[in-house]
């Protein structure tokens, strides 16, 4: 009877999951929606990383390059030396070498140590050994090789060059001068990847080269790239030109900034286009001019000079013939005395000193000649559209700050009118229809709405299972908990039954004890035959 009671007493409860994946997955459940959450995005984060871990051990180790841009004789060394080391190694496109990550440092050691001496340019340490019996034309031609490769080192320490070359021609000097041709160079480049050479980055390079030979000018320099890209020919000097062209630009620009920026503070931004052509004349002009001064003037010098003279003429007498013209009047003819004269000459001469000014003026080497603004500003139209008073004072803004000179024939031309892209947009037809889902803006916001709807979708389905399973784990609590208190309700006895139970114990606890005190040896038998009975063991 006791056993079919406790078995009836026993409460019904789930039977556990079965196995170690149903414990699990019973444990998940009763947790709280956060925690299962959390739980989740963990799980999902090593799935992920154990992917990728299994995706590269699969593909392999990542390779890096290790060398970049070699030529074959010097690819054909870096392998030996890679081989030697005992390094996995990849050849790929444009002479790059690649190893693995983990065997970066070390291919970089053993490149370094195994192409010392090969494949690299020749500088003046080829002088450091020097050979008995060396002739003179060796001694030549390897200062020429030192010169080139010294020349090929400093180019390559520019910032876009990766490698560089030169190639140098010197002639013999000749015994006259007009027998002597020019010397001249080539250089080619190899640029880093994604680097370009500005105009005057090439003429540093020519003139570098130009400073480091005797007799040779910038102008007999080529520079070529590895695309075999002319960046500089023989003769070419016409770089001048495009700085010209270059800081014209620059003097259009700033103008156009600042006729912006002084009428954007009265309309707005954004709603000023200015556009500035300038004719500049880049001619150097060299004025001379001399200035004399009549009214500042010093006697320098004065000389007088006077002369005077006196003569008195003879006149012919006597009879005519022969004898009277003889001298001494041979002859017997007589001569009468004429009359006599005096003349004086005086001569006076002053020397003055004039004040002279000369003046040397030398034009800068840019010059205005002419100049032409015009400007465009946002208006509205009808009663919106800026007044032509606004447009004037506009102008003559316009007029003072790019300072502009009329006599020159400077012109400026300011227009007040709407810009097209509020024009468009006020006049603009929505798409309706298949017309806006043809359009790629369209097609790529539906795009973005399904990829958020679907998270939304997954987001609302893993709240609704998780709130789901907690309100099944509540019910399902409080049936058991329900169930166990009907139980204990049913086997449990009344107050009455348990008030009569502890009465009858108590009375048999006092009829025991009085009569254990009375025959101790009958109870000291029965405490005795309680213990074998309690001990089955014993008993048997």
Same mark, same amino acid.
Not at 46 to 56: A, D, H, P, Q, Y
């Given at each position: 009877?006791?056993?079919?009671?406790?078995?009836?007493?026993?409460?019904?409860?789930?039977?556990?999951?079965?196995?170690?994946?149903?414990?699990?997955?019973?444990?998940?459940?009763?947790?709280?929606?956060?925690?299962?959450?959390?739980?989740?995005?963990?799980?999902?984060?090593?799935?992920?990383?154990?992917?990728?871990?299994?995706?590269?051990?699969?593909?392999?180790?990542?390779?890096?390059?290790?060398?970049?841009?070699?030529?074959?004789?010097?690819?054909?060394?870096?392998?030996?030396?890679?081989?030697?080391?005992?390094?996995?190694?990849?050849?790929?496109?444009?002479?790059?070498?690649?190893?693995?990550?983990?065997?970066?440092?070390?291919?970089?050691?053993?490149?370094?140590?195994?192409?010392?001496?090969?494949?690299?340019?020749?500088?003046?340490?080829? *002088?450091?050994?020097?050979?008995?019996?060396?002739?003179?034309?060796?001694?030549?031609?390897?200062?020429?090789?030192?010169?080139?490769?010294?020349?090929?080192?400093?180019?390559?320490?520019?910032?876009?060059?990766?490698?560089?070359?030169?190639?140098?021609?010197?002639?013999?000097?000749?015994?006259?001068?007009?027998?002597?041709?020019?010397?001249?160079?080539?250089?080619?480049?190899?640029?880093?990847?994604?680097?370009?050479?500005?105009?005057?980055?090439?003429?540093?390079?020519?003139?570098?080269?130009?400073?480091?030979?005797?007799?040779?000018?910038?102008?007999? /320099?080529?520079?070529?790239?590895?695309?075999?890209?002319?960046?500089?020919?023989?003769?070419?000097?016409?770089?001048?030109?495009?700085?010209?062209?270059?800081?014209?630009?620059? *003097?259009?620009?700033?103008?156009?900034?600042? %006729?912006?920026?002084?009428?954007?503070?009265?309309?707005?931004?954004?709603?000023?286009?200015?556009?500035?052509?300038?004719?500049?004349?880049?001619?150097?002009?060299?004025?001379?001019?001399?200035?004399?001064?009549?009214?500042?003037?010093?006697?320098?010098?004065?000389?007088?000079?006077?002369?005077?003279?006196?003569?008195?003429?003879?006149?012919?007498?006597?009879?005519?013939?022969?004898?009277?013209?003889?001298?001494?009047?041979?002859?017997?003819?007589?001569?009468?005395?004429?009359?006599?004269?005096?003349?004086?000459?005086?001569?006076?001469?002053?020397?003055?000193?004039?004040?002279?000014?000369?003046?040397?003026?030398?034009?800068?080497?840019?010059?205005?000649?002419?100049?032409?603004?015009?400007?465009?500003?946002?208006?509205?139209?009808?009663?919106?559209?800026?007044?032509?008073?606004?447009?004037?004072?506009?102008?003559?803004?316009?007029?003072?700050?790019?300072?502009?000179?009329?006599?020159?024939?400077?012109?400026?031309?300011? %227009?007040?009118?709407? *810009?097209?892209?509020?024009?468009?947009?006020?006049?603009?037809?929505?798409?309706?229809?298949?017309?806006?889902?043809?359009?790629?803006?369209?097609?790529?916001?539906?795009?973005?709405?399904?990829?958020?709807?679907?998270?939304?979708?997954?987001?609302?389905?893993?709240?609704?299972?998780?709130?789901?399973?907690?309100?099944?784990?509540?019910?399902?609590?409080?049936?058991?908990?329900?169930? *166990?208190?009907?139980?204990?309700?049913?086997?449990?006895?009344?107050?009455?039954?348990?008030?009569?139970?502890?009465?009858?114990?108590?009375?048999?606890?006092?009829?025991?004890?009085?009569?254990?005190?009375?025959?101790?040896?009958?109870?000291?038998? /029965?405490?005795?035959?309680?213990?074998?009975?309690?001990?089955?063991?014993?008993?048997?």
């Amino acid at each position: 009877m006791a056993d079919e009671e406790q078995t009836t007493t026993t409460p019904e409860t789930p039977a556990p999951p079965q196995g170690l994946g149903g414990q699990i997955r019973g444990t998940f459940d009763t947790l709280p929606a956060a925690q299962q959450a959390v739980i989740g995005l963990v799980a999902v984060a090593i799935l992920v990383g154990f992917g990728t871990l299994i995706f590269n051990q699969a593909v392999g180790e990542s390779m890096r390059a290790v060398a970049r841009g070699l030529l074959p004789e010097d690819q054909q060394v870096a392998v030996t030396a890679l081989e030697t080391e005992a390094i996995p190694y990849e050849l790929a496109e444009g002479g790059t070498i690649l190893v693995p990550s983990s065997k970066i440092h070390e291919a970089t050691i053993a490149l370094a140590v195994g192409s010392s001496g090969t494949g690299k340019l020749v500088g003046f340490e080829i *002088f450091d050994q020097s050979e008995l019996g060396r002739s003179s034309f060796a001694e030549k031609v390897n200062y020429h090789r030192a010169l080139e490769g010294e020349m090929s080192r400093t180019i390559q320490h520019m910032k876009s060059v990766d490698r560089a070359r030169v190639h140098l021609v010197i002639p013999e000097r000749r015994l006259f001068e007009e027998d002597e041709a020019e010397p001249s160079a080539s250089v080619v480049v190899t640029l880093a990847p994604s680097a370009s050479l500005a105009r005057r980055q090439v003429e540093a390079i020519r003139t570098l080269v130009a400073s480091g030979v005797e007799r040779l000018s910038a102008q007999r /320099v080529s520079v070529v790239d590895q695309s075999g890209t002319m960046l500089a020919a023989l003769e070419d000097g016409d770089w001048h030109a495009d700085e010209s062209l270059e800081h014209q630009s620059k *003097f259009e620009r700033n103008l156009e900034r600042r %006729v912006v920026r002084l009428l954007e503070t009265v309309v707005g931004v954004g709603k000023v286009r200015a556009q500035v052509a300038a004719d500049l004349d880049f001619s150097t002009v060299v004025e001379t001019q001399e200035k004399y001064d009549p009214e500042s003037q010093v006697i320098r010098s004065e000389r007088e000079k006077l002369e005077s003279s006196a003569s008195q003429d003879k006149v012919a007498a006597g009879v005519p013939g022969a004898g009277s013209n003889l001298p001494d009047n041979f002859g017997g003819a007589n001569q009468a005395a004429g009359g006599g004269s005096n003349a004086e000459r005086s001569d006076h001469i002053k020397n003055y000193e004039i004040d002279k000014s000369t003046l040397r003026r030398e034009t800068p080497h840019a010059r205005v000649d002419r100049l032409s603004v015009a400007v465009v500003v946002d208006s509205g139209l009808g009663a919106d559209a800026l007044a032509p008073a606004v447009v004037d004072q506009m102008k003559s803004l316009v007029t003072k700050a790019v300072g502009l000179n009329t006599t020159r024939g400077d012109e400026v031309e300011v %227009v007040a009118m709407p *810009f097209a892209n509020e024009a468009l947009a006020a006049n603009v037809v929505a798409p309706t229809g298949l017309d806006a889902l043809l359009d790629p803006q369209m097609r790529t916001l539906v795009g973005l709405g399904a990829i958020a709807l679907t998270l939304l979708v997954l987001v609302v389905a893993f709240l609704r299972r998780s709130r789901r399973l907690a309100r099944q784990r509540r019910e399902s609590d409080e049936r058991e908990r329900a169930l *166990f208190e009907a139980r204990l309700q049913e086997i449990a006895p009344s107050a009455n039954e348990l008030e009569a139970i502890h009465h009858e114990i108590d009375q048999l606890r006092e009829v025991a004890v009085s009569n254990s005190g009375e025959d101790i040896r009958r109870t000291a038998i /029965v405490i005795r035959r309680w213990i074998r009975d309690l001990t089955p063991g014993e008993a048997a």
